[in-house]
């Protein structure tokens, strides 16, 4: 049963808890006056809403315009669980269910409601992200994929239908290949962008920042500039 939590109201950053199946999830909402899209943060392994890299990353796209909503895909008790047995953090198609019942919450929060919707997942959050966006119900209309593990989501990859950008480091030579192999089996439109010189977790100086701007300009792309066409385009309704 869902517990209930109160709306949220639009301001610079709001820490927020969503309610899901088991309990309550904390997050940090951020809502720019200016914008019609938000990108929901899909940490990896072991990690949580306070990832010092998807923290950066999503600054960058708050400056960019871009809401952000930063989230731990476990409970609290379940994460103490999982430090002990390691038996949630890999569990792709049960995260996949918490994101989207998170992402179900975001989409109709004041301020929130009317806006496109982006997945920025890393590693493991990364086959997260596919595997919700082809679940019913998730509101998803763009993916970015940072150092993610696509492959993870099996045979999810040739459902996947929305924008998905695959950012892997030069360096990272076994999640490169792992990209490489999942990018044969989506289908949507995708695109693997390499940061020439980046590992793993993208410490090198000025590779985070290549990042950003990548992530930036697919969810500008695919959130802000369709939902203005969109708009432009709409058929008029005649006044009587």
């Known amino acids: 049963m869902h517990t209930q939590a109160s709306p949220v109201q639009v301001s610079d950053e709001t820490e927020v808890h969503i309610p899901v199946d088991g309990g309550t999830l904390e997050g940090i909402l951020t809502l720019p006056e200016r914008s019609d899209g938000l990108v929901i ?7 949580s809403r306070n990832s010092p890299r998807n923290r950066f990353v999503a600054q960058r796209l708050q400056t960019a315009g871009l809401g952000t909503l930063l989230f731990d895909l476990l409970t609290e008790p379940e994460a103490a669980e999982d430090w002990v047995t390691l038996n949630r953090r890999f569990n792709i198609q049960a995260l996949a269910g918490r994101l989207v019942e998170a992402t179900q919450w975001a989409a109709a929060q004041p301020g929130v409601a ?3 919707l982006g997945f920025f997942g890393a590693s493991t959050g990364a086959a997260a992200a596919l595997v919700a966006s ?3 119900g998730c509101p998803v209309q763009a993916i970015v994929s940072r150092g993610g593990r696509p492959d993870l989501a099996g045979a999810a990859l ?14 990272d030579w076994d999640v490169l290949q792992l990209n490489r192999n ?6 949507c439109r995708t695109e693997l962008q390499l940061i020439s010189g980046a590992t793993h977790l ?10 950003s701007r990548l992530a930036g300009a ?8 369709e939902s203005m066409t969109r708009r432009s385009y ?3 309704v005649p006044i009587p």
Do not use: D, M, N
Request: aromatic residues 8%; hydrophobic residues 35%; proline residues 7%.
């Open 41 to 47: 943060f899909v940490h990896g392994s072991g990690s």
């Open 114 to 116: 009317g806006r496109r």
């Open 134 to 136: 082809t679940q019913p």
């Open 158 to 171: 040739r459902k996947v239908t929305v924008p998905t950008l695959l950012i892997v480091g030069g360096h």
């Open 182 to 187: 999942a990018l044969s089996h989506l289908r």
């Open 202 to 211: 993208f410490e090198e100086p000025g590779t985070l920042e290549q990042v």
């Open 218 to 225: 697919w969810f500008r792309r695919h959130l802000i500039q």
């Open 234 to 236: 709409a058929p008029s």
